[in-house]
T-cell receptor, first 111, second 116 residues
């Protein structure tokens, strides 16, 4: 399909790991991105991965990329209530290199 | 603080009124974008500008016009607002080199527009 796909909701308990999944469409995308949007705020770049990498780790965040299946995941270790937000996956596409966003996964963290 | 600044943060319009949403970035980025965000629809690209003096339509351009005034500023105009344009509008900018976006977009904090 044409869309970047994400599940819409994820609920976890504080201290557990969260895994947010995304499938993208363009195998030629050079970079893939994760953005975080807190309530009432804009989107903040959380992390990104270059397409020749399989994994990128940044403190509590781990990004896994499976190019064969066009699957991207974001793992948040030791999830905290402050991680409650909407997480957007995005790929670079379009003649001008526009980013195409998924619809976002709303992460709810229960104490 | 460096980044993307949008004004106003909130606006209520009556159907048929016009207004311009302002966006400015101070990161010397060459590309700028306008998105709208609606529940269940994610982010949809309205217009973008790859460089000063150029603009192109995105996915949902109808009812909007844009102006890339200079490298810093990219404004979005609603000539005759409709209730369907009630949304949250985000401006973003990026550095693009040889067709590749470098380090993603930087977003503004958004304009929450209600058309009654």
């Amino acid at each position: 399909g044409e869309d970047v796909e994400q599940s819409l909701f994820l609920s976890v308990r504080e201290g557990d790991s969260s895994v947010i999944n995304c499938t993208y469409t363009d195998s030629s995308s050079t970079y893939l991105y994760w953005y975080k949007q807190e309530p009432g705020a804009g989107l903040q770049l959380l992390t990104y991965i270059f397409s020749n990498m399989d994994m990128k780790q940044d403190q509590r965040l781990t990004v896994l990329l499976n190019k064969k299946d066009k699957h991207l995941s974001l793992r948040i270790a030791d999830t905290q209530t402050g991680d409650s937000a909407i997480y957007f996956c995005a790929e670079g596409r379009g003649s001008q290199g526009n980013l195409i966003f998924g619809k976002g996964t709303k992460l709810s963290v229960k104490p | 603080n460096a980044g993307v600044t949008q004004t106003p943060k909130f606006q209520v319009l009556k159907t048929g009124q016009s207004m311009t949403l302002q966006c400015a970035q101070d990161m010397n980025h060459n590309s700028m974008y306008w998105y709208r965000q609606d529940p269940g629809m994610g982010l949809r690209l309205i217009y973008y500008s790859a460089s000063e003096g150029t603009t192109d339509k995105g996915e949902v351009p109808n009812g909007y016009n844009v102006s890339r005034l200079n490298k810093r500023e990219f404004s979005l105009r609603l000539e005759s607002a409709a209730p369907s344009q009630t949304s949250v509008y985000f401006c973003a900018s990026s550095e693009v080199s040889t067709g590749e976006i470098l380090r993603g977009y930087t977003f503004g904090s958004g304009t929450r527009l209600t058309v009654v």
